[in-house]
């Protein structure tokens, strides 16, 4: 079951006053931690000579999420101040304030991340004092090599975080490098907190399978490939639709009725059909769905109407849709509901090792039930159930914003019914859009059947690290900046802005019963204004907060723009306590991995001897999509992966696995 996340309530009167609380922002004389063999010496911060000036790289790719504020619309504060093209972000004027040094922003304004390292390491990493937005695995490399400073060595300096790491000893884990040393400061999501899930929408489900009232004529017809998956009922569903399909070919009529005898035969004591997809007591699997995805393919003329109030003539219906191409992994992890296989450890689409039952590192992607998964996916694709450009990585458009949010817009042609992502802007985007619960599965070797959602909210790949190339005194500023983050004030700044921007003595009670500080209408009204209410894009690209950087991120922030059925979503979740990843899962099968490795010289110089990567996963994407250019037999994935060296690749990921959990 989920851990229900047990934080510390932030005081009102740190939000009255914006002032610290807790810890001390510059440093407690008593503060100390112990990872491994390393000691810290309690360090008096009355003794340290700050630098007048930090210099931040942070580079992610993208000039609008950078220290800087880089719109051309001038962002008026509540107290009248007015931030232009080229200032500080106010969260960072701010910050700058409470260090009371200067901050100035170094980056190559659209530079990626692996350029900035790049371009820094042939330099000496002398530029900045603090490298962010790469990735942790670069930040050890280049830590053990003596180009960034061990944070072991300098937790004196660093009481919040140090304290941090003591009451989150996982993270202290997953954050250390081979030769012992813990090179930057990670940005940790809201671990514990339901992540991405799965949507549609409601009203759909309600008038094909509640009443034939709102029922349009159909022509539309589908060739059947998937032939079901589950036996645990006395029949299939899919095996009954495809008996019913004349040569091959089912209609809507035959593929409803077939549907809705299924669930009265198989489901006698539900109330009505749609009970048995939406709401937390939903008990349907994948069969079952595929099976209303086939009905809900069939009936363009009926879908259209009940979500635009007339039937649009040359309707398309998408049953399953991914965010954009660029999510197309989500599609992947249906591959879960077809038994319980493990498709991702931790949340990133990088992250395909995961724990065994034995809690043994296990690359999932050339797995046979993993294989067995992309035949049923490519029978699923080739019905036309999933959007035909899910995978096409030339494709930019945002897909979950056509298929959801346009309903109103003239000649608007395409609609879509389920995706896999986060619950506020989902749901945001269509009043009608709803949580729905995973399909029902077993899990590994265990024959119950649960509602299980892999994806989680885990500590991000992305970080921020101190040059050890610069002056003592930078550093000690660039430490005293880093650790503010795990301050109670800095918390704050971070995760929802400055105490300005708060509304004064008042908190944010969410769905799960804590109290969280509470936005001020400026930020709701200016986030309608300048990013359509999108209060994190708003947060990250006008006024500097939620960066991905080292700190703790809450969840507080999301609660509180959540709209339409968000917050039945949030409860549909936690009432059915679906099942998901976390650090402290006590089978191995649940527990997260790590999401970057720190390989040793040797371990990195037997990965280049491999060639596993992007090659593999296009081919399944090919494979998938029917491409005459990809496998045409599942097993041809497998071969790939055992030609770019597989079982060398995984046993150096094993082998760093175990040094980080020694």
């Known amino acids: ?219 539309a017809t589908l060739s059947t490939s998937y032939n079901g998956y589950w036996d645990r009922n006395k029949t299939n569903v899919v095996d009954l639709q495809n008996e019913k399909a004349a040569s091959g070919e089912l209609s809507r009529d035959d593929a409803l009725d077939t549907l809705l005898s299924y669930i009265e035969e198989t489901y006698p004591e539900l109330e009505k059909p749609s009970d048995l997809f939406l709401g937390s007591e939903a008990q349907y699997d994948m069969d079952e769905l595929v099976a209303l995805w086939r009905v809900m393919k069939l009936s363009p003329n009926t879908l259209s109407k009940v979500s635009t109030g007339e039937v649009v003539n040359g309707a398309i219906i998408s049953p399953y849709f991914v965010r954009d191409s660029k999510n197309r992994q989500d599609y992947l992890r249906l591959i879960s509901y077809f038994g319980g296989q493990r498709v991702y450890g931790s949340d990133s689409q990088d992250s395909k090792f995961y724990l065994n039952e034995d809690g043994e590192l296990t690359f999932s992607h050339n797995e046979d039930k993993m294989v067995e998964g992309y035949e049923y996916l490519s029978q699923l694709y080739s019905e036309g159930l999933v959007h035909s450009e899910f995978a096409d990585l030339n494709n930019k458009d945002s897909f979950r914003n056509i298929f959801y949010a346009q309903d109103d817009y003239d000649d608007q042609k395409q609609f879509g019914f389920m995706t896999y992502d986060w619950i506020a802007s989902t749901t945001a985007a269509n009043e009608d859009v709803t949580a729905i619960l995973p399909p029902l599965t077993t899990l590994g070797s265990d024959d119950e059947m649960i509602h299980f959602i892999e994806n989680t909210r885990t500590i991000k790949p992305e970080g921020w690290a101190v040059s050890s190339k610069v002056s003592e005194e930078e550093i000690n500023a660039a430490l005293k900046l880093m650790d503010y983050m795990f301050s109670e004030e800095g918390s704050v700044v971070q995760n929802y802005g400055t105490p300005e921007m708060l509304a004064e003595g008042e908190t944010f009670t969410g769905p799960d019963g804590i109290d969280y500080p509470k936005f001020g209408e400026w930020i709701f009204e200016t986030a309608d204004e300048l990013k359509d209410g999108d209060i994190s894009a708003f947060l990250r690209d006008f006024v500097g907060s939620l960066m991905p950087l080292g700190y703790q991120k809450e969840i507080g922030f999301e609660y509180q723009y959540t709209v339409n059925k968000g917050d039945e979503s949030w409860a549909t979740y936690q009432e059915a306590e679906v099942i998901t990843p976390s650090y402290g899962a006590d089978k191995p099968l649940l527990q997260l991995v790590p999401t970057v490795f720190s390989l040793n010289e040797q371990e990195q110089a037997k990965l280049d001897t491999t060639s596993i990567g992007e090659t593999e996963t296009d081919q399944t994407y090919l494979f998938i999509t029917g491409s005459a250019n990809g496998p045409q037999e599942a097993k041809e994935i497998q071969d790939l992966y055992s030609k770019g060296g597989i079982d060398t690749y995984t046993s150096i990921y094993q082998s760093a696995y175990e040094r980080m959990t020694e």
């Open 1 to 219: 079951m989920i851990n229900k996340k047990s934080i510390t309530l932030l005081s009102t009167m740190l939000l009255m006053a914006g002032c610290s609380g807790g810890l001390d922002t510059n440093g407690s004389k008593d503060s100390t931690v112990d990872k491994g063999s390393t000691e810290s010496t309690p360090v008096s911060n009355e003794d340290l000579e700050y630098a007048s000036n930090l210099n931040i790289s942070y580079a992610v790719g993208n000039n609008q999420r950078t220290l800087t504020y880089n719109q051309s619309t001038p962002l008026t504060m509540p107290d009248g101040d007015v931030v232009s093209t080229g200032d500080l972000k106010p969260t960072w004027q701010y910050i700058q304030d409470q260090m009371e040094f200067t901050i100035k922003d170094v980056t190559v304004q659209n530079q990626t991340a692996e350029e900035m390292i790049e371009i820094a390491s042939a330099t000496g990493f002398n530029n900045a004092a603090i490298y962010g937005g790469a990735k942790g695995d670069a930040f050890m490399q280049y830590g053990a090599k003596g180009y960034f400073v061990d944070l072991n060595e300098k937790m004196g300096q660093l009481p919040n975080f140090s304290k941090y790491l003591e009451e989150n000893p996982t993270i202290a884990d997953a954050i250390t490098a081979y030769d012992g040393g813990i090179y930057y400061i990670p940005y940790v999501a809201e671990i514990d907190n339901y992540a991405r899930v799965l949507h549609g929408r409601e009203t759909w489900v309600t008038a094909l399978v509640d009443s034939k009232d709102q029922l349009e004529e159909e022509t």
